[in-house]
């Protein structure tokens, strides 16, 4: 189930003993934001840049963030107290604007709540990124103002019924995409193509969330071939020798079929398993770890 240990409001304590008002307005409204990093063998990968994006969107919807809080530390400190500084995991941090009235618009409130869980990586993952996996097509329409914003506010209701769905179907992941064939996002992933040694991906222009490992795997990419960050279509999927998505608790999993159809020959290529291997060792660089005891 994840953690046992949360750090909830200054203190780590019993998840089964924090206790959210009733009158949260990230339970009334969804008003607050969260993000997740991966921990590999307990430690924080990534951190500094889902701090920086939580504490620019925070600013943005009006919650006080302070992003040079000791959130490594905390990160550190939970892992420890969930016995998980042997293996590898996920930090979720939620925060809210805390207790206020139910109304829509509100003065500034002052204690806005700070949650951080532990969760274990999604089941399977290994043999995901080993084999690939399919994706399900979501319509969602002509755009969600919301995601053109770039927040990754608390309303994920569209992701759970689209992930759902996609489940459903046996798919690891949903994508959404536009009536019009333009390809956006994962639920919680970004994407990428692979067409005669050429990687392309989404511009964040498109109204994505600006993906940490998005970011991060465009780097690796140039260093190794040609990169494009330009408006993919359906067409485009279908068309590609390579398709993966990348996220930081999934780092990178091929895509091996988009509904029914093979993506390429239907196996994971080259390029993506290259990348794959370049993330770990940046991983593994940075954190001063030897590549063997990463987990899945
Ligand atoms: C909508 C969406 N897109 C992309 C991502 C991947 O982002 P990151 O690489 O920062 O984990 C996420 C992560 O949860 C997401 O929710």
Same mark, same amino acid.
């Given at each position: 189930m994840g953690s046992s240990i949360c750090y909830f409001n200054g203190k780590f304590g019993d998840v089964a003993k924090a206790r959210i008002s009733p009158l949260d307005r990230g339970f009334l409204f969804g008003e607050g934001l969260f993000e997740t990093w991966r921990t590999y063998s307990g430690r924080p990968y990534g951190i500094s840049e889902h701090l920086a994006r939580m504490a620019r969107t925070a600013k943005q919807i009006g919650i006080a963030f302070d992003p040079d809080e000791p959130w490594e530390q905390r990160s550190t400190e939970l892992a420890r107290r969930n016995h998980m500084l042997k293996s590898d995991g996920a930090v979720r941090m939620t925060i809210t604007r805390g207790r206020g009235p139910i109304s829509l618009v509100v003065e500034a409130t002052e204690d806005p709540t700070r949650l951080m869980l532990f969760r274990p990586l999604e089941p399977g993952l290994g043999i995901a990124k080993r084999d690939g996996v399919a994706i399900h097509l979501v319509s969602v329409g002509s755009g969600v103002s919301e995601r053109q914003r770039q927040i990754k506010s608390l309303n994920y209701l569209p992701a759970i019924l689209a992930r759902t769905q996609a489940r459903e179907r046996g798919c690891f992941e949903a994508l959404y995409h536009l009536d019009n064939g333009k390809v956006l996002e994962g639920t919680t992933s970004n994407i990428f193509v692979v067409r005669r040694g050429v990687v392309r991906t989404t511009p964040?222009?498109?109204? =994505? =969330?600006?993906g940490v490992t998005r970011h991060k795997v465009i780097k690796l990419t140039r260093s190794i071939t040609k990169l494009r960050e330009e408006v993919l279509t359906l067409d485009d999927l279908l068309a590609a020798d390579e398709v993966f998505l990348t996220s930081s608790s999934i780092e990178i999993v091929p895509v091996v079929r988009v509904g029914r159809r093979k993506v390429g020959k239907g196996s994971v290529g080259e390029i993506t398993r290259q990348l794959q291997l370049d993330y770990r060792k940046a991983v593994a660089r940075q954190l001063d770890i030897p590549i063997e005891s990463l987990g899945e």
């Amino acid at each position: 189930m994840g953690s046992s240990i949360c750090y909830f409001n200054g203190k780590f304590g019993d998840v089964a003993k924090a206790r959210i008002s009733p009158l949260d307005r990230g339970f009334l409204f969804g008003e607050g934001l969260f993000e997740t990093w991966r921990t590999y063998s307990g430690r924080p990968y990534g951190i500094s840049e889902h701090l920086a994006r939580m504490a620019r969107t925070a600013k943005q919807i009006g919650i006080a963030f302070d992003p040079d809080e000791p959130w490594e530390q905390r990160s550190t400190e939970l892992a420890r107290r969930n016995h998980m500084l042997k293996s590898d995991g996920a930090v979720r941090m939620t925060i809210t604007r805390g207790r206020g009235p139910i109304s829509l618009v509100v003065e500034a409130t002052e204690d806005p709540t700070r949650l951080m869980l532990f969760r274990p990586l999604e089941p399977g993952l290994g043999i995901a990124k080993r084999d690939g996996v399919a994706i399900h097509l979501v319509s969602v329409g002509s755009g969600v103002s919301e995601r053109q914003r770039q927040i990754k506010s608390l309303n994920y209701l569209p992701a759970i019924l689209a992930r759902t769905q996609a489940r459903e179907r046996g798919c690891f992941e949903a994508l959404y995409h536009l009536d019009n064939g333009k390809v956006l996002e994962g639920t919680t992933s970004n994407i990428f193509v692979v067409r005669r040694g050429v990687v392309r991906t989404t511009p964040i222009s498109m109204g =994505l =969330l600006p993906g940490v490992t998005r970011h991060k795997v465009i780097k690796l990419t140039r260093s190794i071939t040609k990169l494009r960050e330009e408006v993919l279509t359906l067409d485009d999927l279908l068309a590609a020798d390579e398709v993966f998505l990348t996220s930081s608790s999934i780092e990178i999993v091929p895509v091996v079929r988009v509904g029914r159809r093979k993506v390429g020959k239907g196996s994971v290529g080259e390029i993506t398993r290259q990348l794959q291997l370049d993330y770990r060792k940046a991983v593994a660089r940075q954190l001063d770890i030897p590549i063997e005891s990463l987990g899945e």
